[in-house]
């Protein structure tokens, strides 16, 4: 250490020593040496709390003196967050090496944005109310940091459901740009550099997105693909410990489609119970099922365990570039205490939500015909019949039927297809010759699997389908040999 900065840090121990002030002593004796036995105590710990921060003062010094002297050039660094916050699915994407066959025009089954294709729209009722909004003029303004009064009260009871035995309060919603920044004000709130939060895999990669910048661990628990994506109970449990912020579940599933059933959600909640775990739920996809299942909020279920719900328009109203999503505080016990404020604290940073969809909500969500959602999950769910259908009778391939949401994860049983190497060269290749693009599993941490949408056009899918079934019939090896003797030539295969 140089030696001025030790001496600079001593004079601040000593200065900050002397103008502290012992409360026992009198404005009648300000100099008395016979300190009294409580002014000792104080001076002790004051001293202790003066030695904790002599290190931190030394480097605040160290940090000055560097800057003292300046920069000698244009040396400018990114933040660490800003340099390891990835896009999972962009990253994996642009390494793919493609060239989509000129002859057949292509199909993105990747593409998540359900309004791409043009055979999904938003409702005539949910545009018209942001008409109204606007042309109201009452919305231009800066609204509260949570939203505006109105917004969240429509929201509250839009939301109801999620706690039959009681009334959701407007100062128990929070509105957000997004269901995005619902999960990240969530995670934020909950866990520090150094903690860990369990998220699902296969699971949406957003959510280490979020954490990895600011070294919050993401520990995956696996959901088990036949057992319709149910939740690995003793390995999720396994995952727990003292720096455990949170659980988070997504349900219905992006990428997997699936729906839990009550029984399940119980047993989550009651592992979050004996380890005092708060639940953050991504229920974006809420509402969002297939005839014959039933979506259930999980903080229906509990008055225990305290749940953040995060949900918004994006998915079910189609208006994912409108930034409108919420988070829902249940806490009835009132376990996330600072947290809340934590959380509150986070809205004050960029007052995140747009305040003319937000004077639309109050309309939109009261508007908007059943008969709107139940045209769109028509849609998704023959969709998902018709592909279920056709790729199950193609070798090599595992399609899992959903019950929510819209996507499928299709299995491929890469031991048979020697010329790939895995699930994104297999996705490449399917590109390269059939101009058919899905996602491959990696991106949601699950090779092994590729995810399609089911919000194209029917007709698009059906020929989606039969692309695929004439690619993998074309590289599908029955004798599991030849993968063994061109697992040896690996070289020759590379691309
Ligand atoms: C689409 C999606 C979101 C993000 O929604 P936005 O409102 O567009 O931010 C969040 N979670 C899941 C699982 C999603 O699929």
Redesign the pocket.
Known sequence: MPSSVANESQFRFQSSRSRASCPSRTPSEPDSPAATPSCDVVDQALAELQLQSQEISEKDLLVASTSRQGRSGWQIKASQLSINTHNRIRNIVESLKIKPNPEKPMIPLSI?DPTTFGNLKAADETMKAVLHSLESGKFNGYAHTQGHEVARQAVAKYSAHQRPDGEIDPNEVVLCS????A?EYCILALADRGQNVLVPRPG?C?YGTLTEGLDIEVRYYDLLPDQEWRADLVQLESLIDENTAALLI?NP??PCGSVFDEEHLLQLIDICERHYLPIIA?E??EHFVFPGSKHVAVSSLTKEVPVLS?G?L??RFLV?GW?M?WIIIHDRKQRLANSIVGLKNMCGRILGSNTIIQGALPEILTKTPQSYFDGVIDVLHSNATLAYKMLKTVRGLNPVMPNGAMYMMIGVSIERFPAFKDDTHFVQELVNEQSVFCLPGSCFEYPGYVRIVLTVPGPMIEEACSRMAEFCDRHFKKDSRAFIEHGLLDEDLAF
């Open positions: 998540g997004g269901c995005s920044s999960l949406f957003l997504n599933s992006n991504d974006i996809y995060c918004g994006t998915k994912p930034r999503g």
